[in-house]
């Protein structure tokens, strides 16, 4: 079974400086997708960026780019000049490719990110 | 607009009874999942299902009933044998095709309260 696993419960960064959220997950399939999702204090969930693993170059949105080591089962997320706006819970998430009854989208405990003005 | 509305936005239920939370969705989604979020933690699988007429539980699943009877809904009941049933509810769907769009999109959440 695929599992994801965030190892940081909470991060603090300085506006305009830069931070690096980690994520690590297990998995047997050889494709897949991995996403970062946004929970901010309305608990509305926004995806963030997305990456499609049989893609081996790194996923970038505006400030947000993702390390992608597939060998090392790794997906981190770093946000560049940081703002207020991006204080929240960060969630990592699995969904595999193939389809089926059980394909099921899978994510970590999260990491929530404070912005120090 | 396409999107996926949960309701209500907040629940309140009184010991021993069964609520279902309603989750509708007009992106022609195959796929919809329900999550449950308890304060300052992640997001819990309750059930999920790929296909009308058909759904998987999830890591959480006892105390909680769902039917797939339409591809655009896919209601949640928490029954009263779910003993600790105050959260966040989350409601999700997601296309089965590979590409481009292939994130799940959330409805806004059930707040739900037992009283």
């Known amino acids: 079974a695929q599992t994801v696993t965030q190892s940081q419960p909470e991060m603090s960064v300085q506006e305009a400086e830069t931070v690096t959220l980690s994520c690590t997950y297990d998995t047997s399939e050889s494709d897949y997708y991995l996403f970062w999702y946004k929970q901010p204090p309305s608990r509305q969930m926004i995806l963030v960026i997305r990456q499609e693993a049989y893609k081996q170059q790194n996923a970038t949105e505006n400030r947000f780019s993702v390390n992608f080591q597939k060998a090392a089962k790794s997906f981190s997320l770093k946000i560049s000049d940081s703002q207020l706006g991006d204080a929240a819970m960060y969630f990592c998430?699995?969904?595999?490719?193939?389809?089926?009854?059980?394909?099921?989208?899978?994510f970590g405990t999260g990491t929530l990110l404070a912005v120090q003005p | 607009d396409g999107g996926i509305t949960q309701s209500p936005k907040y629940l309140f239920r009184k010991e021993g009874q069964n609520v279902t939370l309603s989750c509708e969705q007009n992106?022609?989604?195959?796929?919809m999942y329900w999550y449950r979020q308890d304060p300052g933690q992640g997001l819990r699988l309750i059930y999920y299902?790929?296909?009308?007429?058909?759904?998987q539980k999830g890591d959480i699943a006892e105390g909680y009933s769902v039917s797939r009877e339409k591809k655009e809904s896919f209601p949640l009941t928490v029954t009263s044998a779910q003993k600790n049933p105050t959260a966040f509810y989350l409601c999700?769907?997601?296309?089965?095709?590979?590409?481009?769009?292939?994130?799940?999109?959330f409805g806004q959440g059930t707040r739900l309260t037992v009283v």
């Open positions: 299902s790929q296909i009308v007429n058909d759904f």
């Open positions: 998430a699995y969904r595999s490719v193939y389809g089926g009854a059980t394909n099921k989208l899978i």
């Open positions: 999700a769907s997601s296309t089965q095709r590979t590409g481009l769009n292939a994130e799940a999109f």
């Open positions: 992106l022609n989604h195959d796929a």
